[in-house]
């Protein structure tokens, strides 16, 4: 009987793994580049044209091949990268396979010239479609460089594949970047096909290369991560806050100088942004991960750019923390630019027949009135207004004076606890004021997170509680004047004017509150009257199941009955008036479209993030002065004051430098 399995040539066997390596031109310009670097190269040009299928040319000033090993570098599985499986725990090359050269001559006209350093000449070898090759002595520089012509000339299928000139070359201009990032050190040029793409110095300067890449603009925005774990070192940069892409394109990833990618490493990133940037916006980064070869396996696809990790909740933590924590040390403040100017001009174009505008001109401009004074012209003319906080206001000279250090004056604060009555009334109108000795904590879970003395005794001490943005400027040196649309408050310290998100900032502060409530105590549940019944889809259920003992953590109380029918008996304490389980279907539903198996932690954020929302006082909704002072006050008591838990700013800023330069006062 005729055998029916059969060992297959070697040719086929290089054209077969020819297409999980070689899967279009920018595969060939990876490994050549990496094979590059490997061999030690300080300088490394490259040249295309077209889309690559004519002629991609690599060349370095590495150490070169003799002639001996020219011939081995192109026979598959031949390496000087390893001897073993066991070199892989230790492995500092980015190749170690060997089917790099043997894939790619398999599909083309491979010439490869080469001369270490320590020999007169150089050596040609060339071959077409993996046969037979002829090697040749030439003159040439120390290094080596390899062309490939005619990719793909005989496999039609992969040709046919192919996408546009741009569309392919785009992404070897995306590819060289990305290693070039990877390797700041190493001067990089992209040549296509006589213009020079893309250029870098190797000078070492990562925010240099940045520039290069994404424009100098840009890079000067970027902010510096360095930090230090048990097991691993993170360094790179991030974008601020205020500046997002639709798209996860402009985000690279580097293990030891190698490009991988990685939704681990994506996904661990977004969450040191949460709350920091709005939902389906994702940061501009460039992260560079340094640990032992051992901690991680890039051995699980021949291109070599998925990774495994061995501890991921300790390398995720590890991210998470550092991002967020490196984004609160640069309090940034959005402040109007360019592509705003035409927004600021319908704003104060609709704002200045008013009367917050008037007073504020009124007062700003005037030499003799000092900030103090200013203030208590526009409570008086709130007085006018609403006669029921009279008391209030006049109360209020009896109140000792916050002196301002940095302005060098001072000015009283209203003082709302003196009338009972006045601040019974604001309860009942807004919910705005919450116990003030809660205690603010990072949205971010961490044990070991140190909330400075002065906040947990309540004091104002600005050393510490006061949220400065690069300017030095502090949430709790402003008043307001007015509001604006019924949505935005206007305050100002007498430099600059701040626009702030009445709703984003009850948000923050709602969110801060309630989860220090629930890390305070052990969470309780509240019982229902009248239990609720849960119809759940399967998918629901099986969410719910799956996560049935971090919901009881949490403070429900579930019960089942009948066919993917649940009764909810009790929800968690501070749930308050919120239709309990609206909120939990809609839990569910966001839950689900994460794909993934959130933590305790990340779960009962998502919930603190739909309470901290229905809790929080609307768009539209008017506000007294004195709720506006008392908004401003506990958002500057919070650790993250500029975004909401939602990531949307919370406060933009005007200088008057700005204001000046608009009128045209400044030349």
């Known amino acids: 009987m005729t055998s029916a399995i059969h060992i297959l040539d070697s040719h086929s066997a290089n054209q077969i793994a020819a297409g999980e390596v070689v899967e279009r031109p920018v595969s060939v310009v990876k490994e050549l580049v990496e094979n590059a670097l490997d061999a030690g190269a300080k300088h490394i040009d490259i040249s295309i044209e077209e889309n690559g299928v004519p002629m991609i040319r690599v060349r370095d ?8 090993d020219m011939p081995l570098a192109v026979l598959r599985h031949a390496t000087s990268k390893i001897t073993g499986i066991q070199d892989l725990d230790y492995l500092q090359t980015l190749g170690f396979r060997g089917e790099a050269l043997a894939s790619i001559a398999s599909v083309s006209t491979l010439e490869i010239i080469s001369r270490p350093g320590t020999e007169i000449s150089g050596i040609s070898y060339t071959l077409t479609g993996g046969g037979e090759g002829v090697l040749q002595e030439v003159g040439c520089p120390a290094g080596t460089s ?24 785009g992404l070897i201009s995306d590819t060289v970047g ?13 040549a296509h096909p006589t213009q020079r793409v893309l250029q870098t110095s190797g000078r070492g300067d990562l925010k240099e290369t940045m520039g290069a890449i994404f424009g100098q603009s840009i890079a000067r925005q970027l902010i510096t991560v360095d930090a230090q774990s048990e097991d691993w070192r993170l360094e790179g940069l991030i974008s601020p806050p205020d500046l997002v892409r ?46 032992s070869p051992s901690d991680y396996d890039v051995n699980v696809h021949p291109t070599k750019m998925d990774v495994k990790f061995k501890n991921e909740q300790e390398l995720a933590s590890f991210i998470t923390k550092t991002i967020y924590q490196t984004l609160l040390k640069s309090q940034p403040l959005p402040s109007f630019g360019r592509p705003m100017e035409s927004v600021l001009r319908t704003q104060a174009n609709t704002v200045v027949q008013g009367k917050p505008i008037r007073i504020l001109t009124e007062t700003y401009n005037s030499p003799q009135n000092s900030a103090h004074q200013a203030r208590e012209e526009i409570r008086e003319n709130q007085v006018r207004r609403d006669p029921s906080i009279s008391k209030a206001l006049l109360s209020e000279k009896e109140a000792e004076p916050i002196v301002s250090e940095d302005q060098g004056s001072s000015h009283s604060p209203v003082n709302v606890e003196s009338t009972a009555e006045v601040k019974k009334t604001f309860l009942q109108q ?20 140190e909330i400075p003395k002065n906040r947990e005794e309540g004091t104002n001490d600005s050393a510490t509680m006061d949220k400065a943005d690069n300017d030095g400027h502090s949430l709790s040196r402003f ?21 702030i998100d009445q709703h984003a900032a009850h948000e923050r502060i709602n969110y801060e509150r309630i989860l220090a409530e629930f890390k305070a105590r052990k969470q309780e549940s509240q019982m229902l009257l009248i239990p609720i019944p849960l119809e759940l889809t399967l998918q629901e259920e099986q969410m719910l199941i799956e996560h049935m003992w971090i919901l009881r953590e949490m403070g429900f109380v579930l019960e089942q009955f009948g066919n ?33 198996s959130p933590s305790f932690d990340q779960l009962l954020k998502e919930w603190i993030y739909l309470l901290a929302c229905k809790e929080s006082i609307r768009a539209k909704d008017s506000l007294s002065l004195l709720e506006m002072e008392q908004l401003i006050s506990r958002l500057s008591q919070t650790e993250n004051p500029y975004t909401c838990p939602h990531g949307r700013p919370t406060t933009i800023k005007i200088t008057r430098a700005e204001l000046e330069k608009r009128f045209y006062r400044v030349l």
């Open 479 to 499: 008043w307001p004047i007015g509001q604006l649309f019924n949505t935005y408050i206007l305050a100002t310290d007498s430099e600059v004017l701040l626009l």
């Open 430 to 449: 807004r919910n705005l004021f919450s116990d003030d000795n809660v205690t603010p904590i990072s949205p971010v879970f961490s044990e070991d997170r």
């Open 178 to 190: 990305r290693i070039a990032l990877a390797h700041p050190t190493i001067a990089f040029s992209l």
């Open 246 to 291: 639709k798209t996860k394109q402009a985000q690279t990833f580097m293990i030891n100088g190698r490009v991988v990618r990685s939704s681990f490493l994506s996904n661990a990133l977004e969450e040191g942004y949460r709350t920091l940037i709005p939902v389906k916006l994702h940061p501009l980064v460039a992260l560079h991960l340094h640990g």
């Open 61 to 68: 000033d590495g150490k070169g091949m003799s002639e001996e």
């Open 564 to 596: 993917q029918t649940y009764l909810l008996r009790g929800v968690p304490v501070q749930t308050g008036s919120v239709p309990a389980d609206e909120l939990l279907r809609q839990f569910l539903e966001e839950v689900l479209q994460k794909n993934t």
């Open 146 to 169: 390899v062309t490939v012509r005619n990719l793909f000339f005989n496999t039609p299928a992969r040709l046919k594949f192919l996408k546009s000139k741009a569309t392919e070359f």
